[in-house]
């Protein structure tokens, strides 16, 4: 059985979207209508591209990334398609962290399919809806109400080794031309 994620964009390399290098895969589709939302272009559920996870692990293996880093649209709107491919990059000694508008709480109570098998695979999880009122107190959060949840012994240590009290942007300007900004 193959395994489609719908995607709605890849960056194969970023140095601020966690800690060191890092491939960065946005989901599509979001029901949280955030307001300042980072991505909007990403809330439809119709937009984006099918990946399926061979797919994925291909582009994964040709980055030379230390880690993947999950944002959106809402991850966990697609938690059962996301958990075979957070196994496979753990089992390639990939870390991870997943971002999510919803709370660790409501997550593992599986208010969404797959919600807690996706929470046992991941190293750490960011969650909570943006809030462009609350500035962002440290690395990786993008506003102040957002925790950065350690849920490996993995993700304790990427926790530890965070900064405090900075914001980091990428702008990557691809060979044609197009721009690219990146970053918490």
Known sequence: MSVAIRVHDILDTSLVNGPGKRFV?????????????F??????LQ??????????????RKADVEGITISGGEPFLQARELSPLIREC???????????GFSFCDLKKEILPGSR???SRIDLLIDGPYRS??????????????RIIAL??????????????LVEKEIIIHTNGELVLTGI
């Open 25 to 37: 895969l946005w989901t599509q589709g979001c029901p949280l209508n955030c307001t300042g939302c």
């Open 39 to 44: 991505n909007p272009s990403a809330a439809s």
């Open 47 to 60: 937009g984006g591209r099918d990946y399926e996870l061979e797919e994925l692990l291909s582009l994964i």
């Open 90 to 100: 753990t089992g390639r000694g990939l870390n991870s962290i997943v971002y999510s």
């Open 117 to 119: 098998e996706l929470l």
């Open 133 to 146: 009122d609350l500035p962002p107190e440290g690395e990786w959060a993008g506003s102040g109400n957002q």
């Open 152 to 165: 490996s012994e993995n993700g304790r240590l990427m926790k530890r080794k965070r900064r405090t009290c």
